[in-house]
C-alpha cells in the first residue's frame, strides 16, 4: 500500500512536470512574450526593442533554462541596468543588494513569482482565492452529493416504475444544462426584481421589496448567507448531481439485479431493508469513483461560475490571469489544478480498494 | 468640511471684468463662476458680484458614522502625479488630498489651502495653506511640502508624469524641471508661483486627480506603501480587481469633518449588467458611475439619480505614428464615413449631445461655432482610394466595457457601410489600460475639463505624455500658446474656431458626443451627487441620520 502510494506520488510529480512545461511553452511562446513586453512596456516598440525589453526582464534566455530558473534548479537571473547601474535580477527585490539575495527562487524554494497585473507577490494572491473557492466548492459538495444519491438511489431501487422515469428525467435534465446557461435562467427567476418569482413574491407581500436570492455572491467573499451563495451553489451543485445520480442509479439497478437480492426476496426480507443493508454498499463503489472524478468538473464549473456572479474566488483569478497574460499567476494556477486533479484521483483509487475488496493494489 | 470665505478675495479686476460680460450674456453663468473662482474668489464673492445670492449647492451635514460601500474598479496604485485614471485619485482621495477641489457647480473651493489670489494678468499665484493641518506621522503641514509637489510635478524626466503638461509655463523647457524663481516659499504657509507667460489653467490643474499632495520626503513613491497623507483615512486592505477599504484612522486628528467610519470599494469588473446584479444583491450603496441603459434600471429599483452635463467623451482615435493612419486623407476618409449622431444613439443610448470630431464642448466658455461637417459615406470610399488605401484593414480596439465598446461598434459599422474593411478588438480592461496612448486605432474615454484648453493642452499639443493621436502641429502648438494667454472668452473664442478648424481638417480623432454622466445611489446617502469629473471625495459622504 505504501508503495503504492509512493509510486502514486511519484507519477504525479513527474505529470506535474509535465503539464507544467506545456503550460510555461505555451505562455512562453514568441507571440505571447511580445504581447506581454508591449503591454508592460510600450506598444510601438520596434522588434529589437522587444527583444532588450524581454532580455532586461529576464524572458531573453532559452525556454529550458527559464523553465529551470522557474522551478527553482537554475539560479535566477541577474543583470545590471545598463542606463541606471541598478542590479536587477528573479530573487531580487527593487533595491536589494544582489550578495544578499538568493540565489534559486523559483516552485522548489517556495516563490511562485510576480503577477503583473496585481502588481504583488502570486504566493499573496493565490492562498486566500484558494480559500475561497475551497468554500464554495465544500457547499457545493454538500449539496451535490447526498441529493444525487438519495436521488440516485430512490430511482434505481425499482427500475422502469413512475419514480424512476421521472427522476431520471431531472437528472437527465440537469446534467444537460450548462452552468452558464442554468445560472442565467436562476438569476433571471429568483434574483431580478424586475421578472422572476420576485416581484410576485413582493406584490403577495411575502417580500419586503428586493430579490428572493441574490444575482452577485460578492459579499458571499466576506460571509457566507443562505441568500447570497444559495445560486452559485445551486448552478455548480444542479449540473454534477444529475450525472452522479444517473450513475447512482445504472449501478443500483444492477446491483438489484443480483443473485443475492433476489434470494433476499425470496427469503421475505423487507424490502426496505434489501435497500438499506444489502444493496446499499455494492451500489456505491461505483458512484465513489466518480464522485472523485467531480473534482476536476468542478473546476471548470467555478471558472463559469465565479465569473458569472462575480465571487472571485480561484476560477476567477484564473480568467484574469489568462486574459491579461499574467504568466506566472496562470503557472501558478496551473500547478493547483495539477494537484486537485492528481490528489483526488488518489483519493478514489486508495478509496476503491476499502470500497471492493475484491480489488487489490499491488 | 470647514470652507472659510473670508479668506478668498472679495474681488478682483479680471473678475469684474468677467461679471460685466457675464451681464452683457457673453458669459455663462458657469464660466463666470469657473473663471472668477479661479482667480481667488470665494463663491459667494463670485455670485454677488453678477448680483445673484449664492445658490451653490451646500452640502448637507450627514450623520457621523456607518459604512459606505462604492462600486469602482480598483487599480494597481502608483506614484499620484502618474495616476491616469480618475479611479485612482478616489480611492486615495481619503488620505492623499489636494489643494484644491472643484465643485459640481464649477466653483472651486480650498482644501489643504485656505485661500488663493492671482494677480491682474493671472502671472502669480499666492497660495496661502490652511493653518493647523498636519500630517498623519505628526508632521506639520509647511510650505515646503507645496513647493516640493509643484517641483515634483515639474519633472518631466518622471515617465507618464501627467502634471508636467498641466503646470505648463512652470517648466522650464531647457532642464525639463520647475523653472528657477518660479516656486517661492514666502513663509510657512504662504507659497507664491511665478508664471513667465498668463496662465488661466493652474487652477484647475491643481485640482485635478494627479495633483495629490504628498509628504515632501516620499515624493514619487506610491501612497500605498507607507500610508502618509493629511487625510482621515487610512487603508486597511487593497487587492487589485477585487476591493479596497478604508477606515477613519484614530491615531490622526484631520483638520475637517469626516462622517462616515469606514468606505469600501468595491471593483465588480467592467461589465454594467453585472454592477446592476450587485445593486439588486445589495453589494453597494453607490455606483461611481451608471452608463447606458443600466441608467433607467437603476432608478426603476428606487436608487436616487443624479446627473451633470459634461465635456466627457469617448474619442474614437487613430495613432498618427502607425501607417495608414500618418496618411490624412485615411484619416479625413474615415471622420467622412461617420455619422456622429448615430454613434451618440447607439453607443450611449441618446444620453448626451452630438459632437463635432474636435474637443472643445459647447459648454466651455470659449467654444466657437463651426459649419456642421459632411458625412458622404461615397465621397470617404472615393478619398480612401484616392489615397491608396482602399483595402486596408482597419482594426479598431477597445475595452471591454459598456461605453466604448458600443460606440466602436457604432462607429465600425459606419466605416464598414462605406465599405471599409474594420476587424473589432474587444480587450479587457487591465490589459487595454496597460497601454492605451498607444494603440493604432482605438477609444479613450476622456473627462470633463474646466475649460476648452486644457484638453487641448493635454492631448493634442505635440509630444505630451497623453498625446495618444501622436498629433504634431507646430501652428496648432503656437495658437493653443496664445489662447492660453487670453483671458477675455470672446478674444479667446476667436483663436478657438481655428484650433478647432485645425483639427477637423487635420481629421485628428472623432469626438461623436458629450455626455451626461450618471450616478446611482440608495436613498440616504448623502453628499454622493455625480461630479462632472467622476470625483468622489469620501470626506464629504455619509448616510443620513
Known sequence: MAFFILRRIGVMALTALCLTFVVFFLTNLAPNLEKLAKTQGNARMSDAEVVSWLDRNGYGGPLVVRYGEWLGVVPGWLREDPITGEWRGRCLARGQDPAEAARFCGLLQGDLGYSTVSATEVSSIIGGRLQLTGILMFWAFAVMVPSALLVGVLAGMREGSRTDRTLSTFSIASTATPEYVSGVIFIVLLASSQIGISPLLVEWGWLEGGTLFFGSARSAMDGVTFWNFTLPVMTIALYGMGYIARMTRASMAEVMMAQYIRTARLKGVKFSNIVMKHALRNALIAPFTVIMLQFPWLLNGVVIVETLFNYKGFGWTLVQAASNNDIELLLACSIVAVFVVLVTQLMSDIGYVFLNPRIRIS | ?545
Open chain 2, 1 to 545: 468640511m470647514t470652507t472659510t470665505t473670508t479668506a478668498h478675495l472679495a474681488t478682483h479686476p479680471a473678475a469684474e471684468m468677467y461679471a460685466r460680460e457675464y451681464k452683457t450674456g457673453q458669459l455663462s453663468r458657469r464660466e463666470f463662476l469657473v473663471r472668477s473662482t479661479a482667480l481667488g474668489l470665494s463663491a459667494a464673492a463670485a455670485y454677488s458680484l453678477i448680483g445673484l445670492s449664492p445658490a451653490m449647492a451646500q452640502r448637507a451635514t450627514p450623520a457621523k458614522g456607518g459604512t459606505l460601500r462604492i462600486q469602482m474598479g480598483i487599480l494597481a496604485l502608483k506614484d499620484p502625479r502618474t495616476y491616469d485614471w480618475s479611479e485612482m485619485g478616489n480611492v486615495s482621495r481619503g488620505l492623499v488630498e489636494y489643494l484644491i477641489e472643484y465643485n459640481r457647480d464649477g466653483t472651486f473651493s480650498g482644501v489643504l489651502l485656505e485661500g488663493w489670489e492671482a494677480n491682474a494678468d493671472a502671472t502669480q499665484y499666492t497660495l496661502r495653506l490652511r493653518p493647523g493641518v498636519t500630517w498623519n506621522n505628526g508632521d506639520a503641514f509647511t510650505a515646503a511640502d507645496v513647493a516640493a509637489n509643484f517641483a515634483a510635478w515639474c519633472d518631466t524626466t518622471v515617465e507618464g508624469n501627467s502634471m508636467a503638461a498641466r503646470m505648463g509655463g512652470l517648466v522650464d523647457a531647457d532642464t525639463g524641471q520647475a523653472r528657477a524663481g518660479g516656486i517661492v516659499v514666502v513663509d510657512d504657509l504662504t507659497v507664491q508661483i511665478n508664471l513667465p507667460a498668463p496662465d488661466i489653467t493652474l487652477v484647475p490643474g491643481m485640482a485635478d486627480y494627479p495633483a495629490a499632495i504628498m509628504h515632501r520626503d516620499l515624493i514619487g513613491t506610491n501612497p500605498l506603501d507607507h500610508g502618509v497623507g493629511t487625510g482621515a483615512y487610512r487603508f486597511t486592505d487593497y487587492q487589485v480587481g477585487i476591493s479596497a477599504r478604508l477606515e477613519r484612522n484614530p491615531d490622526h486628528s484631520y483638520w475637517g469633518d469626516a462622517y462616515l467610519d469606514e468606505v469600501v470599494f468595491v471593483d465588480l469588473g467592467t461589465d454594467p449588467a453585472a454592477w446592476f446584479a450587485g445593486a439588486e444583491a445589495g453589494e453597494f450603496d453607490m455606483t461611481y458611475q451608471t452608463v447606458g441603459e443600466f441608467v433607467d434600471l437603476f432608478s426603476a429599483v428606487g436608487w436616487d439619480r443624479s446627473d451633470v452635463t459634461t465635456g466627457a467623451t469617448v474619442v474614437v482615435r487613430p495613432n498618427q505614428l502607425n501607417a495608414p493612419y500618418d496618411n490624412v486623407e485615411v484619416r479625413r476618409a474615415i471622420l467622412e464615413a461617420v455619422d456622429l449622431s448615430v454613434v451618440l444613439e447607439l453607443g450611449m443610448n441618446g444620453q448626451g449631445t452630438v459632437g463635432e470630431n474636435h474637443h472643445v464642448c459647447p459648454i466651455h466658455p470659449e467654444y466657437a461655432e463651426l459649419p456642421p461637417m459632411v458625412v458622404d459615406k461615397a465621397a470617404a470610399q472615393a478619398r480612401l482610394a484616392a489615397a491608396g488605401h482602399a483595402d486596408a484593414n482597419f482594426t479598431l480596439v477597445s475595452l471591454d466595457d459598456g461605453l466604448t465598446r458600443f460606440t466602436c461598434d457604432a462607429v465600425a459599422a459606419q466605416m464598414r457601410d462605406a465599405g471599409m474593411t474594420v476587424t473589432r478588438e474587444v480587450l479587457p480592461g487591465s490589459t487595454f489600460w496597460n497601454d492605451w496612448l498607444n494603440y493604432p486605432f482605438s477609444a479613450t474615454e476622456w473627462n470633463h475639463r474646466e475649460l476648452g484648453v486644457q484638453i487641448l493642452n493635454l492631448a493634442y499639443r505635440s509630444g505630451v505624455a497623453w498625446n495618444e493621436t501622436a498629433f504634431a502641429n507646430a501652428e496648432f502648438d503656437s495658437l493653443l500658446d496664445q489662447a492660453n494667454g487670453i483671458q477675455d472668452a470672446n478674444a479667446r473664442r476667436e483663436v478657438m474656431a481655428r484650433l478647432q478648424r485645425i483639427m477637423q481638417e487635420e481629421a485628428v480623432t472623432i469626438v461623436p458626443y458629450w455626455r451626461s454622466l450618471f450616478r446611482h445611489y440608495r436613498p440616504g446617502v448623502v453628499n454622493a451627487d455625480m461630479h462632472p469629473k467622476f470625483e468622489i471625495n469620501i470626506h464629504h459622504l455619509g448616510l443620513s441620520a
